[in-house]
């Protein structure tokens, strides 16, 4: 509830510890995603999952699902129950020490967390907000 996350945000301001609210309208991630989850599982139910074709690092739990694999339902109807473990995936992707991240999405977002995390691997985004699709 919002309330909560007000606390929680005043919390962290007294202690000094950096907060920022995120600009989305959902709880996504979250126990206020249970009523739809019911639902999203019958839509899921249609999909053709297909096995992964390089390795896959699941925010879930930070583990490397080899190629082959196969996401299902239950995959992902958890991703949108519990909470993003960003963290936990770059662990398993520092582990593996590439040389280089490419984040494929609007923004440079998880690529600054990226840098962050691991200092010593280049973290790209491919794309900039309001850049549109055409520039790169």
């Keep these: 509830p919002v309330e909560a996350v007000e606390r929680v945000c005043a919390l962290l301001d007294e202690r000094g510890t950096p907060g920022q609210l995120l600009p989305v309208t959902r709880a996504f991630h979250t126990a206020l995603m249970q009523p739809m989850l019911e639902e999203f599982r019958k839509v899921l139910d249609d999909v053709d ?3 992964v074709r390089i390795p896959f690092v699941s925010a879930l739990d ?3 699902r080899p190629p082959g694999w196969t996401p299902d339902a239950d995959h ?3 991703h949108t129950r519990e909470p993003v473990r960003f963290d ?3 662990r398993g992707i520092g582990a593996q020490q590439p040389d280089v991240l490419l984040e494929i ?6 690529s600054g967390l990226a840098r962050r995390a691991l200092p010593d691997v280049r973290s790209l985004p491919s794309l900039r907000r309001g850049t549109g699709l055409g520039v790169l």
């Excluded at 999405?105 to 998880?110: D, E, N, Q, V, Y």
């Design 105 to 110: 999405g609007p923004h440079t977002t998880l």
């Design 88 to 90: 936990e995936a770059l």
């Design 76 to 78: 992902f109807v958890r």
């Design 49 to 51: 999952f297909r096995p």
């Design 62 to 64: 930070g583990v490397t």
